[in-house]
């Protein structure tokens, strides 16, 4: 136990600051108003669906919990059922044996809901593209709110898509 | 040669690891599949080809390895009755293989004792092959319903868990049906296939460089592992040879790789215990890897860096003094966690028995890599097809016999401690000539290539095609997931559900890698 506290002691707070908005990410047709943005404030819940990514956004999302990111500390935090969750974040192209569960998924959130696709895929199809097993990017199956680009994008690029979403427009 | 038969004619292929090839009929496959099992081989690998285009029907190849090396069968099979004895009885790892080779191709194993589709769901119907030169995609869409018979477990209160596609963490989409009386698990039956996207059809229609960028993402997790799988399978076809630097530097990439993903495994481990500060330290160490990797190479993960021919970044010198510091931190850093979890009761509780795969069943089931090593399956390609520049460094395996999770964690902290050490060598061997890849644009016809690599999680594989014009006709990459997932559902029996998560990130298998 003396070594574990020790530890935490030395290591002490690695947390950055989180990035500012980009409305560059912003997808034209945000379906969301002002007032029901703010209702989100600092108490943001997220369901992570992989809908046939290759696995490397995942890294970065897991990425985005480690201490230099800290996403909890900014009230966000990954939770384990559609149902609990504001805001779903998409990675991959989405395969077409995902369809199915991404649509239920998507309609087993709550409304007011949002969606941030992750990744070059989740954006535009990526390396996969469309194919016999490929939908390509995430806006052909649900609607998107914000996109992230990147192979796969870093964890602030991430962070800054999940703030995007849930800022006000200016 | 590898093994001797009569009927079989081996020609060594060129490349940087000990491999043959030869074409045997039908009905030799199954007695040289007995004869490399019984002198304790292992198949790595299975797929098919469309070579009716060639003026033959299609083909079965088969990837086997033993001491000697890598043995890659060819087995020709008529275009209107493509079947081929069954190999699953041999090799049981061999099933699943067998039907993704059906779904993909409509190559059949005959007297196959598990007939259910594999990758297919419901995005193309079941009387058309993707694979197939003639696929047509449109024609194939289908609507139905997805239809799947899991094996069912019957007796008083017997009850079943489904779990997935989507599952409650931020992991891959895949289906897992427990069969439970109380808390403990029966039997489990893994369902996947979910995150097939085309990959195989998809190599078809690109050039040797833009296949490169898909090879790395395969899975992403061994980018590195699987781009250079990629770039030795084609040298292996055009017989060039990747400058002196450019595999050290291939070296230093993928030991990077499997330092990363052991940091990040071993921060999960903890947390799946309820020990988060393993997860907070863990991934304060990872993160640091990571961004030394994007400060130095120009990408956390070190996607694209290696291409075939060679490595596509260099390493300045204030980069290897960079990559020094950052060993002997991490040295120092990993020794300390690792007293405060060899120490932790409640985590020794936790790790210890859970998950357990003895040695001879891991054997029977043909167990790789890291979870292999765990239980005794003394495999690793770096040391016994050391390519170069591992010829040179003497790796040292990490192996233990208990087979539990508590083996695995030990595993993954001897090889990080390793990788560090293998890391140091590097740095300090690489050589300073300005050469960073060989000219490797056009690939000659007809060939046959194949490169294998020791990626963090098991041995990669990548098997390589030309067509008469010399572009790529055939890619088949192959995830050591294969291997393992088949004996991660006989890990679980008789463990109780809550330590399935536990069981499961201790191997941390692929879904993407062997969905494909």
């Not at chain 2, 490169?451 to 030309?466: C, F, S």
Request: glycine share 10%; charged share 20%; with cysteine.
């Amino acid at each position: 136990m003396y070594q574990l506290i020790k530890q935490i002691i030395k290591t002490g707070i690695k947390t950055e600051n989180p990035p500012q908005p980009d409305e560059a990410m912003r997808v034209d047709t945000q379906r969301l108003q002002e007032d029901i943005l703010r209702l989100f404030g600092n108490a943001l819940n997220i369901r992570h669906v992989d809908a046939g990514s290759c696995n490397g956004c995942e890294l970065e999302i897991h990425a985005v919990n480690n201490a230099y990111y800290n996403i909890e500390g900014l009230g966000i935090k990954f939770v384990a059922s559609p149902r609990h969750a504001d805001m779903l974040l998409v990675t991959g192209p989405v395969s077409r044996h995902m369809v199915t569960a991404l649509k239920r998924t998507f309609d087993a959130t709550p409304e007011p809901k949002l969606v941030v696709a992750i990744g070059d895929c989740a954006c535009d199809g990526g390396i996969f593209g469309e194919s016999y097993a490929s939908c390509g990017r995430i806006a052909n199956v649900i609607p998107v709110d914000v996109v992230v680009s990147g192979c796969p994008p870093t964890p602030t690029a991430i962070l800054q898509g999940i703030l995007t979403a849930i800022s006000t427009r200016k | 040669m590898p093994i001797t038969h009569p009927n079989l004619h081996l020609t060594r292929l060129a490349g940087a690891i000990p491999a043959w090839s030869g074409e045997i009929g039908p009905d030799d496959l199954q007695p040289i599949c007995q004869n490399v099992r019984d002198g304790g081989g292992r198949l790595v690998a299975l797929w098919g080809s469309d070579t009716r285009e060639q003026g033959n029907g299609y083909a079965l190849h088969v990837s086997l390895v033993n001491e000697a090396g890598l043995i890659c069968l060819s087995v020709p099979l008529p275009a209107d009755l493509p079947g081929y004895p069954d190999i699953s009885q041999i090799f049981p790892v061999a099933n699943r293989m067998q039907r993704a080779a059906y779904d993909l191709l409509g190559i059949y194993a005959h007297e196959g004792h598990d007939h259910r589709k594999w990758l297919r769901h419901g995005a193309w119907h079941g009387g058309s092959f993707p694979l197939r030169k003639d696929f047509d995609a449109t024609q194939s869409r289908t609507d139905e319903a997805d239809a799947y018979p899991f094996v069912q477990v019957e007796g008083l209160g017997v009850h079943e868990i489904a779990v997935g596609p989507v599952h409650a963490g931020t992991i891959e989409p895949g289906h897992f049906r427990f069969s439970v009386v109380g808390e403990k698990t029966l039997r489990l039956e893994e369902r996947f296939g979910y995150t097939h996207k085309g990959i195989e059809k998809r190599f078809e229609s690109m050039s040797l460089q833009q296949g490169t960028k898909l090879a790395g993402r395969v899975s992403g997790d061994s980018t590195v592992a699987y781009a250079w799988a990629y770039a030795m399978a084609a040298e292996s076809i055009a017989a060039v040879t990747p400058p002196d630097r450019a595999v050290w530097l291939r070296a230093l990439f993928l030991e990077r790789e499997r330092i990363a993903n052991h940091l990040g495994d071993l921060g999960y481990l903890g947390n799946d215990v309820a020990l988060s500060f393993g997860f907070a330290q863990f991934w304060i160490l990872k993160e640091q890897v990571l961004r030394n990797n994007a400060a130095l190479f120009g990408h956390r993960y070190l996607m694209d860096k290696i291409i075939p021919g060679g490595v596509a970044v260099d390493l300045t010198e204030p980069g290897k003094r960079t990559l020094f510091e950052e060993c002997a931190m991490l040295e120092h850093e990993v020794r300390v966690l690792r007293g405060i979890y060899e120490e932790h009761a409640g985590v020794q509780d936790r790790f210890i028995g859970a998950g357990r795969i003895e040695p001879k069943l891991a054997a029977r089931l043909g167990l790789c890599g890291l979870a292999g090593r765990a239980s005794s399956q003394a495999w690793d390609a770096r040391v016994q097809f050391p390519c170069a520049p591992y010829d040179k460094l003497d790796v040292q395996m990490a192996t233990y016999r208990n087979g539990d999770v508590a083996a695995r964690v030990i595993v993954r902290f001897d090889e990080l401690f390793e990788s560090l050490r293998l890391q140091r060598e590097i740095l300090t061997h690489l050589t300073h000539d300005d050469i960073l890849s060989a000219p490797l644009e056009k690939l000659p016809a007809n060939g046959f290539g194949v490169g294998m690599v020791e990626g963090w999680r098991g041995e990669v594989l990548v098997a390589m095609h030309t067509d008469a014009q010399g572009n790529l006709t055939r890619v088949h990459p192959h995830d050591p997931s294969w291997q393992n997932w088949p004996v991660l559902e006989h890990a679980v029996i008789g463990n109780i559900v809550p330590d399935f998560p536990l069981i499961n990130k201790s191997f941390n298998l692929s879904y993407s890698g062997q969905d494909l």
